[in-house]
């Protein structure tokens, strides 16, 4: 009986302990559960957060690759006879502006420097340089048979780009506005024509503006040009400075714009294919 009851009692110590043994690890198990239902919740807030994420970066990817694919598309669509074309083109427009600047300024260094100067005033307001600079090249030219200087020249070639770029005229309007003003230097003096027909037309309150340069009525004015008495070296310079004040504040606005940014990618773009050679230009490019 007494050797029963002592097995009894270790089984029952032996039973104990393994029952606390087992309560503590059941204990651990419920805090590690705790623990770990705890991680998980977070777990699963930061897989929610990071899945919104990550849908974003891949929107954002898509249109990233999408950019990339247009410009790659843009220049891989470009072959190699094309892209010759276009350097020789752009390469031989160059060149025409550079000799027809010598021609129109007398010497190489004054052609440098006014092309030097068209290139800060493209840059400035957004304008496309090719256009301007043969616009420029006549200008020069038509202002050798008056006493217009090379300073009062630029003057006026900076107030009728900014009030092409402040008015937003197309490139066909700011032209003929020019080739208005190219008229009236070459004539010597301004007539009906270039005034009314040519640049009244393309460039709306030209004629008020340019009756305030002189600071004369509009009567006056037309009164003063049949009488042949608006002579272009005296009025046209005025008329430059008036332009400058007029629009200058409005041209900078203006040149700030999504359309005088993408003149100025034009510009980058012809700089680059104008490298007189395809080797250059394709470096360049690269």
């Known amino acids: 009986r007494k050797i029963v009851v002592d097995f009894a009692k270790i089984t ?18 419920a805090a590690a559960a705790y623990k770990a239902a705890r991680g998980t919740d977070n777990f699963g807030r930061e897989t929610k957060q990071a899945t919104k994420e990550t849908k ?24 190699f006879m094309e892209m010759a074309r276009q350097v020789e083109r752009a390469t031989t427009q160059m060149n025409n502006i550079e000799a027809t600047m010598r021609v129109a300024t007398g010497s190489a260094q004054a ?17 496309f340089f090719p256009s301007v600079a043969k616009q420029m090249a006549q200008f020069s030219a038509a202002a050798r048979t ?32 020019m080739m208005a003003l190219q008229q009236m230097m070459s004539k010597g003096k301004v007539s009906a024509e270039e005034l009314r027909q040519q640049l009244g037309e393309r460039m709306p309150g030209s004629i008020q503006i340019m009756a305030d340069a002189l600071d004369v009525t509009t009567p006056k004015l037309f009164e003063m040009m ?53 080797r250059g230009a394709t470096k360049a490019i690269d």
């Open 56 to 79: 974003g970066l891949n929107t954002a990817a898509n249109r990233l690759r999408t950019t990339f694919g247009v410009l790659a598309t843009g220049i891989g669509g470009i072959g």
């Open 146 to 177: 008056t006493s217009i200087t090379s300073d009062e020249l630029r003057t006026i070639f900076t107030g009728i780009s900014e009030a092409s770029r402040a008015m937003g005229l197309t490139a066909p309007q700011a032209e003929g506005a």
């Open 226 to 278: 049949e009488n042949g008495r608006l002579l272009a070296d005296e009025v046209l310079p005025k008329f430059g400075e008036e332009l400058e004040d007029v629009f200058g504040a409005a041209a900078e606005v203006q040149a700030n714009r999504i359309s005088a940014a993408m003149q100025r990618l034009r510009n980058s773009i012809f700089d680059l294919l104008a490298q007189d050679n395809l």
């Open 111 to 127: 052609a440098g420097q006014q092309i030097a100067f068209i290139r800060s005033e493209s840059e400035r307001l957004g304008l």
């Open 12 to 29: 029952l110590r032996a039973d104990s302990r393994q029952v606390k043994d087992a309560t503590a690890s059941l204990r651990g198990m």
